[in-house]
């Protein structure tokens, strides 16, 4: 392991680190929209949301990479707009990241907060607290299971991603290379062991985050 490139899985768990932290300014709130609002075209949304679920990762990738291209629509504005480039860059990864990973943390944080029992709400805001302050304060706490699935959820498909990368960002090492492209050259090259370092690694990690997971949330369930 002398000659072993570490880059590709340090610049993996950076993309999936910064991912979750912006999964969790925007997925939460718009997990609290979902579980509450009568906005009749909630559905619509909630589709929108769950693409990444159903579609394949090259059909977000090939349409990312038109949106985000000098001469697409997105990517054109940002040029001209603000000096600003996503195509095989790593915010380019990141944006591609959020939009991908999106319902991995919307879903669990919107189905705790539908679980629970409207009267928290109304002893809340009868006592005097506003709406932000019952959402962060009283109902946030109250789902920590579903917070730290969502956040593992985020992470760990984040690590897993292979075709939207590998169309937004290409194979510049140092900057897009993630772990997964890293296997799949290896592959490419038939250089099994380093092929299988990686993969060992991100199995690793992997695993030990979900028990890690499993362990804490039977916790809380217990207290």
Do not use: C
Not at 9 to 22: C, H, M, Q, V
Not at 70 to 96: C, I, K, N, Q
Not at 136 to 141: C, D
């Amino acid at each position: 392991m002398t000659d072993f490139d570490w880059q590709p899985l340090l610049l993996t768990f950076r993309l999936a680190t910064t991912t979750t932290l912006l999964l969790l300014l925007v997925g939460i709130p718009l997990a609290g929209w979902l579980a509450f609002t009568r906005f009749r075209l909630k559905p619509v949304i909630e589709a929108v949301v769950s693409l990444p679920l159903v579609l394949p990762p090259s059909v977000l990738g090939f349409y990312f990479l038109l949106a985000f291209s000098p001469t697409g629509f997105l990517g054109e504005r940002l040029l001209s707009w603000f000096d600003v480039r996503l195509l095989f860059t790593f915010e380019g990864l990141v944006v591609a990241s959020i939009f991908y990973s999106l319902p991995f943390m919307v879903h669990p944080v919107q189905a705790g907060l539908e679980n629970l029992p409207a009267s928290l709400r109304e002893a809340s805001y009868t006592l005097g607290k506003s709406r932000r302050e019952t959402f962060f304060r009283v109902l946030l706490p109250n789902i920590k299971p579903s917070l730290l699935t969502g956040i593992v959820l985020s992470f760990a498909h984040t690590i897993g991603e292979f075709g939207l990368v590998l169309m937004i960002g290409g194979n510049l090492p140092g900057e897009t290379r993630v772990a997964s492209v890293a296997i799949y050259d290896e592959v490419e090259l038939l250089h099994y062991d380093a092929a299988n370092a990686y993969a060992l690694l991100l199995l690793a990690v992997s695993f030990g985050i979900l028990v890690a997971v499993y362990a804490i949330n039977k916790r809380w369930a217990i207290f």
